[in-house]
């Protein structure tokens, strides 16, 4: 493999700090139920939204299609709320687990750059981050079977 290719994984996907935080973080309970929670209130709202939308006797496409293009904008706004909310959650981890003085030198004492150790430390925490907005691309696909954007509108 060559030097620099070596060298750039090592500063992402094979960081050690980073492998270390998602391998940990992977297996909290706490975590797992957090996720769990963010996609059940995606999907309660967005249930709730297009039954809303489409209360009427008698149901078109055209109701069909802007019931689903009001529920993606709502849901849009509400991911965007959500991962303000959390993403201090998952990276509070890094600090207060940083903040021991006995992990700290044992860091130091690793033969891992500054850079492998910070950004190990931020991409190993915005992986939980990232993680929950994949996770939520169903729900806008969900949104297009119903109606609500035309595939050729991305383009």
């Known amino acids: 493999m060559p030097v620099v290719l070596r060298w750039l994984l090592s500063l992402g ?18 975590h797992m139920y957090i996720r769990a929670a963010y996609l059940a209130v995606l999907m309660l709202v967005l249930l709730w939204l297009l039954l809303l939308k489409t209360s009427s ?3 078109n496409y055209r109701e069909l299609a802007q019931a689903g293009a009001s ?4 849901i849009a706004y509400l991911q965007i709320a959500l991962i303000c909310v959390l993403a201090p959650v998952f990276m509070a981890g890094a ?4 903040s021991n003085p006995r992990t700290w030198d044992i860091l130091l004492t690793t033969p891992l750059s500054t ?3 910070v950004l190990g430390n931020l991409l ?8 929950l907005l ?14 609500g954007f035309p595939g050729d ?3």
Do not use: D
């Open 71 to 74: 529920s993606f904008i709502w």
């Open 153 to 155: 509108r991305y383009s």
């Open 124 to 131: 190993g925490r915005l992986y939980f981050v990232l993680a």
């Open 57 to 59: 006797g008698t149901l």
């Open 13 to 30: 996907p094979a960081n050690p700090i980073a492998v270390r935080l998602v391998q940990n973080g992977s297996r909290r309970t706490r």
């Open 134 to 147: 994949s996770a939520s691309l169903p729900l806008f696909a969900m949104t297009q079977y119903f109606g």
């Open 115 to 117: 850079m492998q150790i």
């Open 95 to 98: 600090i207060a687990q940083e």
